[in-house]
């Protein structure tokens, strides 16, 4: 099952920085959060992941609470090309672990 | 090069059929996965190979049969499918390492009549 709580939905306007909340309040020590995002019938893109300090590329940042318990995807400056639905997945630390989705949040950009 | 690629695209096939649905990657990764995707729903996981062995089964029926003939190929067999069958299948696959990511492939659109 999954084990990361995120909204359905949210909005954002365009240029704007879009802020994806998640909840993973059983992750232990080992695991990992991944965010990968989907475009309408496309494979899932990965974004960003990491362990217990903030991560930043080209894509986006995650920033991790000192408790590792919650996490937020930002993207700074959202366009269009952003609307998609976004997985945050808590994932174990081998190679093999599994990559499991949960339900995600639908985040639309509007002009 | 750092793509997954998946062929066909589209498959239709009847319910006596028997196709194949193929994932190549030369990244060198290790481990390989199959996914189950329906419509307005997330991935499930079916399958992971780790260095060509199956090692996790995700008690998929036995009308999927997959095959890792070698570290870059992936097959999933199909044969005796449902209508209900019909979803997108996607094929990823990862370093063999801690903390890796998973690459994805852009799926197999797969229907069953």
């Known amino acids: 099952d999954a084990k990361t709580t995120q909204p359905p939905s949210m909005d954002c306007a365009e240029g704007r920085a879009a802020n994806l909340p998640c909840n993973h309040s059983?992750?232990?020590?080992?695991?990992?959060v991944y965010w990968y995002r989907q475009i309408h019938s496309q494979g899932p893109q990965y974004i960003i992941h990491?362990?217990?300090n903030n991560e930043t590329n080209e894509m986006a940042s995650l920033i991790i609470t000192e408790d590792r318990k919650s996490s937020t995807l930002i993207l700074p400056h959202a366009t269009l090309r952003d609307t998609a639905v976004y997985y945050c997945?808590?994932?174990?630390?081998?190679?093999?672990?599994?990559?499991?989705f949960g339900t995600g949040t639908r985040l639309q950009v509007f002009p | 090069d750092t793509e997954v690629t998946q062929t066909p695209k589209h498959l239709v096939m009847g319910m006596t059929n028997k196709k194949s649905l193929k994932c190549e990657q030369h990244?060198?990764?290790?481990?390989m996965y199959w996914y189950k995707q329906k419509a307005k729903k997330p991935p499930e996981l079916m399958f992971v190979?780790?260095?060509?062995?199956?090692?996790i089964n995700e008690s998929v029926p036995s009308r999927f049969s997959p095959e890792c003939p070698n570290s870059s190929l992936l097959n999933l067999h199909l044969h005796a499918l449902q209508p209900e069958d019909s979803a997108l299948y996607l094929c990823?696959?990862?370093?063999?390492?801690?903390?890796?990511?998973?690459?994805f492939g852009s799926g197999t659109q797969l229907s069953v009549l």
């Open positions: 990823a696959s990862s370093q063999e390492r801690r903390g890796e990511k998973l690459f």
């Open positions: 059983t992750i232990s020590g080992n695991e990992y």
């Open positions: 990491g362990l217990k």
């Open positions: 997945i808590v994932r174990g630390g081998w190679g093999t672990d599994k990559l499991i």
């Open positions: 990244m060198g990764h290790r481990a």
């Open positions: 190979y780790s260095y060509e062995k199956l090692s």
